[in-house]
């Protein structure tokens, strides 16, 4: 194996080792949550006013931040030195808090409008405490916004250990005042939790910034041109990141009129669940090899780009495949298993399960939408992307409405779904015609393949579950074994299909396990 291929899969591995600990953390959380509010009305409250400032950051900052800032970084690190890569961060920071302190301001004062656009479905009190919560989340904006620049710098910089462990640190703080403070505080104290976990995120990330050289200094500076860069492609950037953040708004503001208001509840578990699954493999290699195309395109090295973009997309959906299919396979004793307890009953884990299952429909839609997005934007172009986000968010809306009323949860989950397989196929197709040797038909063999072994394997994930079903009991440890013996079955079953087919990806995949299985050793 090339040193190169050795020091991706030992960056990829190490960061899926610190996001999974990051994500069961999360996950945890999220349990408690559920654990401890289930569907109820501050729960509704809760999940809706969390989720208008990340819509807010996800859809205004997140892209200027991790798609326009990382490939001008890695421009002036190659052409003009450090030092100079420095000062234009200072001038970016500078402006990226400004604005974020700006909204956070505009949203605290417009939090009861704002709440009643998103959840137009809410009863009286539950719109009330909902605004509340709103005006004391939004501050969380400013923080992310923080995060997200000194993450962009480290990950620059060849350092993706502690970016990726932020979660870890925000979740554990949460974690941590569920046993301390929400029997005292409830809710109220929970917002201040989130609050105290993004500032967390920001401050410890400080070190590692010192020991690469860096210090932030104010800096007003605001003809930079490489700021002028950035901000020309935000625009675009910003539309075509807007997928997932205003789906999901959207959805949510459908699901509130659905089950008494709980349909926005756990639409967000659901995609809370999702997110987590897809979120240990997929990002875990786009925040590796995104800086690294960037670098590729600075450097005029066309062909290994092309080569990384069809490689690197073939180990993705060799992994998202067979997650597509495990999830509708295992969608409710997974969902049983995580949240069914206390306040969680068991018609939750239904309407969980069902906006989960159809979620899944898109899992290979969402990866590859994420990964060929990061390849337009290491080129600084981002008319593609931007298309393609303005097709998933229209398609969404319109399939929303369409499946709302007929499917509950699971239409506007499909419809998600949906939005999200167009967008990504939108990309293939355009960057196929930028470049007929990326995504060329020497892929769709084995992809088939991919495909062939994933069905065989649900089949037999589907048969061992319907088998366990009928004789274990509906208790804890039932419920683990009614999971992890039919997930490990299917495990084996892809092995082994894979390895029959002779699927290419198996080999990388297999390079990617005994790193993480050094890193866990060590």
Not at 200 to 212: E, F, N, S, T
Not at 395 to 419: E, K, P, Q, W, Y
Request: hydrophobic content about 55%; glycine content about 8%.
């Amino acid at each position: 194996m090339a040193i190169q291929e050795k020091n991706a899969l030992k960056a990829v591995s190490g960061m899926m080792v610190v996001t999974l600990l990051g994500k069961v953390l999360g996950l945890y959380r999220d349990i408690l949550f559920a654990n401890n509010y289930g569907l109820g009305m501050e729960a509704n409250a809760f999940t809706t006013a969390s989720l208008i400032p990340r819509t807010f950051f996800d859809a205004v900052f997140a892209s200027a931040i991790t798609a326009s800032f990382i490939p001008v970084f890695n421009e002036y690190m190659g052409k003009e030195g450090e030092k100079r890569a420095f000062s234009f961060a200072n001038v970016f920071i500078t402006l990226v808090g400004v604005f974020t302190l700006f909204f956070t301001v505009i949203g605290m004062i417009f939090a009861e409008p704002f709440a009643q656009a998103y959840a137009a479905g809410f009863d009286e009190a539950t719109l009330e405490l909902c605004t509340e919560l709103l005006r004391m989340l939004f501050p969380t904006i400013f923080f992310t916004g923080l995060a997200y620049c000194f993450v962009g710098i480290l990950q620059s910089m060849e350092e993706f250990t502690i970016p990726a462990a932020l979660s870890i640190v925000s979740n554990g703080a949460i974690i941590l005042y569920y046993f301390v403070g929400n029997d005292t505080f409830g809710v109220i104290g929970l917002a201040v939790a989130f609050l105290a976990g993004w500032l967390l995120q920001v401050l410890i990330q400080v070190p590692a910034l010192h020991r690469k050289g860096y210090r932030f200094r104010l800096d007003f500076r605001w003809r930079e041109p490489g700021l002028r860069k950035v901000l020309v492609l935000m625009i675009p950037v910003m539309v075509s990141t807007w997928i997932q953040p205003i789906n999901l708004a959207v959805g949510v503001h459908y699901a509130s009129y659905l089950f008494d208001g709980s349909g926005s509840t756990a639409l967000n578990n659901a995609n809370n669940l999702y997110s987590i699954i897809l979120g240990v493999f997929v990002l875990s290699v786009i925040n590796v090899i995104f800086p690294r195309m960037s670098r590729m395109v600075t450097e005029g090295r066309e062909e290994t780009f092309t080569n990384t973009i069809n490689d690197t997309l073939m180990v993705l959906l060799f992994l998202l495949v067979p997650m597509m299919v495990g999830l509708w396979c295992m969608s409710e004793p997974l969902v049983r298993l995580l949240y069914e307890r206390n306040q969680f009953t068991p018609q939750d884990t239904i309407i969980t399960a069902r906006a989960l299952r159809y979620l899944s429909l898109g899992t290979i839609g969402y990866g590859v939408y994420l990964f060929l997005s990061r390849a337009f934007y290491a080129k600084q172009q981002a008319r593609g992307p931007m298309v393609a986000g303005i097709l998933s968010m229209v398609l969404n809306a319109i399939f929303c409405i369409l499946l709302m009323d007929r499917f509950d949860v699971a239409g506007i989950s499909a419809a998600s779904a949906i939005a999200s397989l167009a967008s990504a196929a939108w990309l293939a197709v355009s960057l196929h015609r930028q470049n007929a040797h990326c995504l060329d038909k020497q892929l769709w063999i084995p992809f088939m393949k991919i495909v062939i072994a994933s069905l065989l394997m649900g089949v037999g994930v589907t048969l061992c579950y319907g088998a366990l079903a009928e004789i274990l009991p509906d208790q804890m440890m039932g419920r683990i074994l009614l999971l992890a013996v039919p997930a490990g079955v299917g495990v084996i079953l892809y092995a082994v299909c894979s390895i029959a087919l002779g699927i290419p990806q198996a080999r990388y995949a297999l390079n990617l396990l005994q790193g993480l299985r050094k890193k866990g050793g060590n």
